[in-house]
């Protein structure tokens, strides 16, 4: 092996090695699995449930049977739903992450406060008392002389 390639095959392990190549590479995989298991709610759960009544109305077995003049509106309708559902659990998601980061946040900001107040409490206590007896000891002085 050169001298380059050696750098080069370096270079790209470290690249690969980076947090951002990894937690991408996790995302996408998770987001993967997470379509899988979206797309099967809303193909085997909530279309049936929904598209039911139309589909005997139109007298179709299939969605994606569902057509006029060969335009398949069914297949248009079901990626529609699809969306929806998939933006639907996603808003959910970000949701209560954000109320768990609120909640944490929170719950942080008053530890911080909690271990901050005693100290911040008997310093400025301290620096009255300071200030008190500095006037007092200024005061007796000048009437002294």
């Known amino acids: 092996m050169t001298r380059a390639n050696s750098g080069f095959i370096a270079d790209f392990r470290k690249f690969l090695m980076r947090g951002n190549v990894i937690d991408l590479a996790v995302a996408v995989i998770i987001g993967a699995a997470f379509g899988k298991?979206?797309?099967?709610?809303?193909?085997d759960i909530i279309t049936p449930l929904i598209l039911t009544p139309a589909l005997q109305a139109a007298k179709?077995?299939?969605?994606?049977?569902?057509?006029?003049?060969?335009?398949?509106?069914?297949v248009f309708l079901a990626a529609i739903i699809?969306?929806?559902?998939?933006?639907?659990?996603?808003?959910?998601?970000?949701?209560?992450?954000?109320k768990a980061q609120r909640r944490f946040v929170r719950s942080g900001e008053a530890a911080a406060e909690a271990e901050?107040?005693?100290s911040d409490t008997a310093a400025i206590a301290q620096e009255k008392l300071i200030s008190a007896l500095n006037r007092l000891t200024t005061t007796i002085e000048s009437r002294q002389v």
């Open 82 to 98: 699809n969306f929806l559902v998939i933006a639907f659990c996603i808003f959910l998601i970000i949701r209560a992450f954000e």
């Open 37 to 43: 298991i979206i797309t099967s709610l809303v193909e």
């Open 116 to 118: 901050a107040a005693p």
């Open 60 to 74: 179709v077995n299939d969605l994606q049977n569902l057509s006029i003049n060969g335009i398949k509106y069914g």
